[in-house]
């Protein structure tokens, strides 16, 4: 991979109206697919040229949605053969591209009411009204594109060993990550009475991911999330690597700045070593009670 990267305010207003983008193909898993646990019906899959829902049901037929970030379009198909494409472009507001986008399920047959609130973002905003978010460059889209391939293989040689329950990366339309999960197969109940929180924190694991940044976090990084979250290291802080890790109490998370990634000879290794560092810093903190099913390597 070349060693360029974007940070959240090098492409703000780009990432932003992707962001927004991809949220309505979200919402349209969340309406159609069948609900999994920890979300996993509303994951979007990453592929050369960029993100798909992968297959939905239909009211006819089942169909799918493809951002292709190399001919700047979306793709939808069906299961009859039908397609219909979005052209991507600078200027095309979320409003504009939330009405095109439900005339292509129109067209597909399979008309889907969405609710229009967007989720996770830092303002309020409503996909059907929303005329502020219009930028598409090009060049932006393909340099985080890239960051997504270089996480996406780290996160897939930190799983690999892997034997239990896991969730491969995929792309998480909230918060804009690409993530992984490994699972102790325990399940926690979540005092919360947040829906969201409640769906994704109902089972013990280890949450490996790359999220691009945002307005209060404007640093693309690396992160793992142990759950039951930790509230800090205690005497194992030599553990985690590579030396520019950090754990931020706060967030209750592990992380490496996906510069700082770039700053070692070797970044694939030191973001696999920051990923298997957090798991054992987990280990020594909060050991797992099943450790069968992971293999060394």
Same mark, same amino acid.
């Given at each position: 991979m070349e060693k360029t990267f974007l940070n959240y305010p090098d492409w703000q207003d780009t990432a932003d109206t992707i962001h927004l983008f991809l949220q309505v193909a979200g919402k349209v898993k969340v309406e159609r697919c069948a609900p999994r646990p920890e979300w996993e019906h509303v994951l979007l899959y990453l592929l050369p040229d960029g993100l798909t829902t992968g297959l939905i049901p239909g009211d006819n037929s089942p169909f799918s949605v493809f951002f292709d970030f190399r001919q700047h379009q979306v793709e939808f198909r069906n299961g009859e053969g039908k397609r219909v494409d979005?052209?991507?472009?600078?200027?095309?507001?979320?409003?504009?591209? &939330? /009405?095109?986008?439900? *005339? #292509?399920?129109?067209?597909?047959?399979?008309?889907?009411?969405?609710?229009?609130? %967007?989720?996770?973002? @830092?303002?309020?905003?409503?996909?059907? $009204?929303?005329?502020? =978010? =219009?930028?598409?460059? /090009?060049?932006?889209?393909?340099?985080?594109?890239?960051?997504?391939?270089?996480? @996406?293989?780290?996160?897939?040689?930190?799983?690999?060993?892997? =034997?239990? $329950?896991? =969730? &491969?990366? #995929? @792309? @998480?339309?909230?918060?804009?990550?690409?993530?992984?999960?490994?699972? *102790?197969?325990?399940?926690? %109940? *979540?005092?919360?009475?947040?829906?969201?929180?409640? /769906? %994704?924190l109902d089972e013990g694991m280890y949450a490996c991911g790359f999220w691009p940044g945002d307005i209060s976090s404007p640093q693309a990084a690396f992160y793992a999330l142990p759950y039951p979250f930790i509230e800090d290291l205690k005497d194992n802080t030599a553990l985690l690597q590579p030396d520019k890790a950090i754990f931020k109490p706060d967030k209750k998370e592990f992380f490496l700045a996906l510069e700082d990634a770039f700053s070692y000879p070797n970044p694939e290794k030191a973001v696999v070593s920051f990923f298997k560092s957090g798991f054992d810093t987990l280990q020594q903190i909060q050991p797992w009670r099943n450790l069968n099913f992971v293999s060394k390597q």
């Open positions: 979005i052209p991507l472009e600078d200027g095309l507001s979320v409003a504009d591209f &939330y /009405k095109q986008f439900n *005339n #292509a399920l129109e067209q597909l047959g399979s008309p889907t009411p969405l609710c229009v609130k %967007a989720q996770q973002f @830092y303002e309020p905003v409503d996909l059907d $009204k929303d005329e502020k =978010h =219009h930028t598409y460059d /090009k060049i932006a889209i393909r340099k985080w594109l890239q960051s997504l391939f270089f996480a @996406y293989k780290a996160m897939s040689l930190y799983l690999a060993p892997f =034997h239990g $329950k896991i =969730h &491969y990366p #995929a @792309y @998480y339309f909230g918060r804009m990550d690409l993530s992984c999960m490994v699972f *102790n197969g325990e399940l926690v %109940a *979540n005092p919360s009475g947040n829906k969201i929180v409640n /769906k %994704a």
